[in-house]
């Protein structure tokens, strides 16, 4: 018998077949949207958007309803997605090597943080940035491959921001040059971010519906968006790709759209953008990959955008680093394991004040607030302010009816676990790089 099974692999390599290996880590594909409703597509449930590509995501894939990014504003969210961390353990990390008379511009401390494609990258992974990025530069974060670089405008992203509003090529380019490689893709276009300045084709999809013309602006960009999807989906698809690539997408942030009030462009609506609600802070996450990831399912578990980093790594057979706050999803999408997490807290040192609808715009109106979201409840603390919200949002998701004042004993309960939750994130920072140089000279 043990010379037979020898004849029969000397004639599998004879014939030039190879004997079962694990499977390859698949691509990864990130897509961003910016200022992104997370009630504004076809799948959500809009009367009036038209999402027909991210909706095709969806149906074929796993979405993830109850979702949340770590900031109602982009930066401190895209930094999240790249770092693993809250918004506040960035500071205490910012703070911590200020102390060691490490002092950076803004737009250069990301090189003291470890980082997803950074990661990736010391396991084979190439990487590109294209699209909205803080950054100085695509290396300093830890990408092989980009479009934003070092001094190119960075606060507001430079050329980079040229991606899918202009040009699509960089990336095509990028896909087409490493395909039979493994690589980790960042794709933010800045849509359906302002200017809402979608072409007449687009705009003609809302005519006549009764639409203010601010409405029909965010709506037709919210359409281009979702064409460039679509055609990235189809650029897998016809090379060959799309089996081997997961793709996931989720909004920086929210936005507040009131479809016949002309007033709601204005930081995105009393209850979007830089606020501590639903609207400014939920967004749904895809995952599309077929044949790994079950198609046709919404799970309605709280999930935090930090989730990803752990749940990439996970993909890509890199071991997470240890002391993350995210928890690999892979398990639930897999249908092998459960999710523990009942509730989730998140803060903003620079929230709008409660019940104004006009500080989005002024720093000088803006104050520190945190929240905690479970199954039931949503619960609001401006602490500065002395000001609780509670809604149950069952009864009330559009969050009109503050119900704090009778359910003292559930406010006790939050902010304790508030308390709670900002000893453990400033007592407890995930290392950093193995080295940090020393203070840029100035000027640099």
């Not at 609001?380 to 009330?396: G, K, T, V």
Request: net charge negative.
């Amino acid at each position: 018998m043990r010379g037979i099974w020898l004849l029969v692999v000397l004639l599998l390599i004879g014939c030039g077949e190879t004997l079962p290996t694990e499977a390859e880590p698949p691509n990864l594909i990130l897509i961003i949207g910016d200022d992104h409703g997370y009630r504004d597509f076809g799948f959500m449930g809009s009367p009036y958007v038209k999402t027909p590509h991210l909706d095709r995501l969806a149906h074929e894939g796993m979405v993830f309803d109850t979702a949340y990014v770590t900031a109602s504003i982009c930066r401190p969210t895209l930094r999240s997605l790249l770092t693993g961390l809250y918004p506040a353990q960035w500071r205490h990390r910012i703070k911590q090597l200020e102390r060691r008379n490490v002092k950076r511009r803004g737009t250069r401390q990301i090189q003291d943080f470890r980082t997803l494609p950074g990661l990736l990258a010391e396991h084979g992974y190439l990487s590109f940035q294209g699209g909205k990025f803080f950054e100085a530069s695509y290396r300093l974060a830890g990408f092989t491959h980009g479009l934003q670089r070092n001094g190119d405008n960075a606060v507001w992203g430079g050329s980079s921001l040229n991606l899918g509003r202009a040009t699509t090529a960089p990336l095509y380019e990028f896909m087409d040059a490493h395909r039979n490689e493994p690589f980790f893709v960042w794709y933010a276009p800045y849509l359906p971010h302002l200017p809402h300045d979608a072409g007449r084709d687009y705009l003609k999809l809302y005519a006549g519906l009764g639409l203010s013309s601010v409405a029909i602006g965010y709506y037709a960009n919210i359409s281009r968006f979702d064409d460039l999807i679509g055609e990235l989906v189809e650029y897998l698809d016809e090379s060959g790709l799309r089996d081997r690539t997961l793709i996931v997408y989720l909004a920086d942030n929210g936005w507040d759209q009131n479809p016949r009030d002309p007033q709601f462009r204005i930081s995105g609506g009393p209850k979007g953008k830089r606020t501590m609600y639903e609207l400014g802070f939920r967004t749904p996450i895809v995952f599309n990959w077929p044949g790994h990831v079950p198609a046709g399912i919404v799970e309605n578990a709280l999930v935090s955008s930090l989730d990803l980093f752990p749940t990439f790594l996970d993909y890509a057979g890199v071991p997470a680093p240890e002391g993350y706050p995210g928890r690999s999803l892979r398990p639930v999408l897999e249908g092998t394991g459960g999710w523990p997490r009942r509730a989730l807290i998140g803060e903003m040192p620079d929230s709008r004040r409660p019940g104004d609808e006009t500080s989005g715009d002024d720093p000088r109106e803006w104050v520190p607030a945190y929240f905690v979201r479970t199954r039931t409840w949503h619960y609001i603390w401006y602490p500065n302010q002395d000001i609780d919200e509670l809604f149950e949002l069952a009864s009330d998701p559009q969050e009109e009816r503050n119900v704090a004042d009778e359910n003292t004993a559930l406010i006790r309960d939050f902010r304790k676990q508030i308390n709670e939750w900002r000893a453990q994130v400033s007592g407890h920072l995930p290392r950093g790089p193995r080295s940090v140089s020393p203070t840029e000279p100035s000027g640099s």
